[in-house]
């Protein structure tokens, strides 16, 4: 599992208009973790959601700077500005490019089927005990972008 933590960035509003609103992170900085779509959880202001999540450029609307976009499950609110985690849990597959916006919002019905179905199974009950204690250190030390 790899944390992050970081600031919700502006992203273009597409996501939105398909359904699923994103907190986008910049993921410049993001090392050892590959580009790719993520069953994941969100912790905003200190409450715990299911998640999924993308790193990557978006090649589906010729994105070119790396973030990580975050759809948190049962989530409505603003958080631009706010100081989000995202936990990586298990990559679901690849980032890929699709000819339509279409096909992409179809995709990410399935990916959140996925997701939510992988969360439900207790996803988070596969974690290791040395990521439940890096974890907790950056839960204590929650200082840079970035925590394995
Ligand atoms: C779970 C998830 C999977 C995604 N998968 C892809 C993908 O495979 N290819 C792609 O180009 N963009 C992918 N995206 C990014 C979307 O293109 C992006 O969220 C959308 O363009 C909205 O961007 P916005 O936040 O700027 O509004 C994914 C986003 C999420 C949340």
């Not at 299911?50 to 759809?71: F, W």
């Not at 089927?113 to 990521?131: I, N």
């Amino acid at each position: 599992m790899m944390i992050i933590i970081g600031k919700v960035i502006h992203g273009a509003q597409l996501g939105r208009r398909m359904g699923f609103p994103t907190a986008n992170l910049d993921a410049t900085q993001i090392k050892g973790a590959d580009n790719g779509v993520y069953c994941s959880r969100a912790v905003v202001d200190g409450k715990i959601y299911g998640a999924m999540s993308n790193l990557g450029c978006r090649p589906s609307v010729d994105g070119n700077n790396r973030l990580l976009e975050t759809h948190i499950f049962d989530f409505h609110g603003d958080i631009y500005g706010k100081t989000i985690e995202v936990r990586l849990l298990s990559k679901i597959r690849d980032e890929k490019r699709f000819d339509s916006i279409e096909e992409l919002r179809r995709q990410l019905e399935r990916d959140a089927d996925m997701c939510r179905a992988a969360l439900a199974d207790g996803a988070p009950k596969k974690e290791s005990f040395v990521s439940m204690i890096r974890r907790a250190c950056s839960t204590i030390y929650p200082r840079g972008k970035q925590r394995m």
